[in-house]
T-cell receptor, first 115, second 117 residues
Framework: NAGVTQTPKFQVLKTGQSMTLQCAQD?????MYWYRQDPGMGLRLIYYSASEGTTDKGEVPNGYNVSRLNKREFSLRLESAAPSQTSVYFC??????????????FGAGSRLTVL | AQTVTQSQPEMSVQEAETVTLSCTYD???????LFWYKQPPSRQMILVIR??????QNATENRFSVNFQKAAKSFSLKISDSQLGDTAMYFC??????????????FGTGTRLQVTL
């Protein structure tokens, strides 16, 4: 059971280049999320998708776009990378039931460096 | 908006000893969940423990327990019999209770715990 799989694990970009981070989950979860982690700031929500076909902005969406390709996959795109987007990116997913805590399962993270 | 504050950037504990990590939060919600996540050097985010706000009983998971004080908006994590494998960054996180839609986590800035021999 792979859980949440992110690719690539590491990437170096030059300022202005574009790239897409891929995320796939095999737990049949409805909701998916993208977070970024910066030193001293914890994890901050970039975008999320409550269900297939919907996406919404989180706390720090500027400079990013997302696509919920299907129930399994949720990609994050940087159209014109900037040094401020140097960070570790985490994808997560959760089930949305009518009761109980919706525990997030995280991927292993992707370290992105923008020069 | 919710905020989560972890006022201890770094802590150290000797193996087999007990350590408590602090977390406070601010919210106007009445129904919510609180979590502690562990992030070892591998970078993987691992759920340690969770607490439902409507439950007065403090959650426990083996050597990990919480002290949840709802009125004070405090949620501390106690690690008993500390082990070298507990060395990690620990994040406190808040989640509003939704039904039928995404449940977003708000994280604190983390406490780096070092377990020493």
């Amino acid at each position: 059971n792979a859980g949440v799989t992110q690719t690539p694990k590491f990437q170096v970009l030059k300022t202005g280049q574009s790239m897409t981070l891929q995320c796939a989950q095999d737990m049949n979860h409805n909701s998916m999320y993208w977070y970024r982690q910066d030193p001293g700031m914890g994890l901050r929500l970039i975008y999320y998708s409550a269900s297939e076909g919907t996406t919404d902005k989180g706390e720090v969406p500027n400079g990013y776009n997302v696509s919920r390709l299907n129930k399994r996959e949720f990609s994050l795109r940087l159209e014109s990378a900037a040094p401020s987007q140097t960070s570790v990116y985490f994808c997560a997913s959760s089930d949305t039931g009518s009761s109980g805590a919706n525990v997030l399962t995280f991927g292993a993270g992707s370290r992105l460096t923008v020069l | 908006a919710q905020t989560v504050t972890q006022s201890q950037p770094e802590m150290s504990v000797q193996e087999a000893e007990t350590v408590t990590l602090s977390c406070t939060y601010d919210t106007s919600e009445n129904n919510y969940y609180l979590f502690w996540y562990k992030q070892p050097p591998s970078r993987q985010m691992i759920l340690v423990i969770r607490q439902e706000a409507y439950k007065q009983q403090n959650a426990t998971e083996n050597r990990f327990s919480v002290n949840f004080q709802k009125a004070a908006k405090s949620f501390s994590l106690k690690i008993s019999d500390s082990q070298l494998g507990d060395t990690a960054m620990y994040f406190c996180a808040f989640m509003k209770l939704y039904t039928g839609t995404a449940s977003k986590l708000t994280f604190g800035t983390g406490t780096r715990l070092q377990v020493t021999l």
